[in-house]
């Protein structure tokens, strides 16, 4: 069965970083835009970071801008978030996500979702 898995999550203090990563199963990753979303709980989902299939172009929200880089490699089916100068308010539970284009990431529709990874940024 396809899907996604996330990994990477944890307590990190202010100041820190993780990397995050989402790898495919049961469906090729290379054909896919993929995405990293966040939630917290009450709040809506904000899209974070995504990365297009097929030239590799990506785009951010402003918030994480400079300190967020998404990567994919598609020959390990899997893609990346390193996340740096981690602040409190990117606490939250991290989902990836993959769609046929990016823009339809952009707008939180995909084809495929994982099920979250918990990131706790608190000294």
């Known amino acids: 069965q396809a899907h996604l898995v996330e990994s990477g999550g944890g307590l990190v203090q202010p100041g820190g970083s993780l990397r995050l990563s989402c790898t495919a199963t049961?469906?090729?990753?290379?054909?896919?835009?993929i995405g990293w979303f966040r939630q917290v709980i009450g709040k809506e989902r904000e899209g974070t970071s995504c990365?297009?299939?097929?030239?590799?172009?990506?785009w951010y929200v402003d918030s994480v801008k400079g300190r967020f880089i998404i990567s994919r490699d598609n020959a390990q089916r899997t893609v990346y978030l390193q996340m740096d100068s981690l602040k409190p308010e990117d606490t939250a539970t991290y989902y990836c996500?993959?769609?046929?284009?990016?823009?339809?990431?952009?707008?939180?529709?995909?084809?495929?979702w994982g099920q979250g990874t918990q990131v706790t940024v608190s000294s």
């Open positions: 990365i297009n299939n097929r030239d590799g172009s990506t």
């Open positions: 996500a993959a769609a046929p284009d990016m823009s339809r990431l952009r707008v939180g529709i995909a084809d495929y």
């Open positions: 049961a469906f090729d990753l290379e054909t896919y835009a």
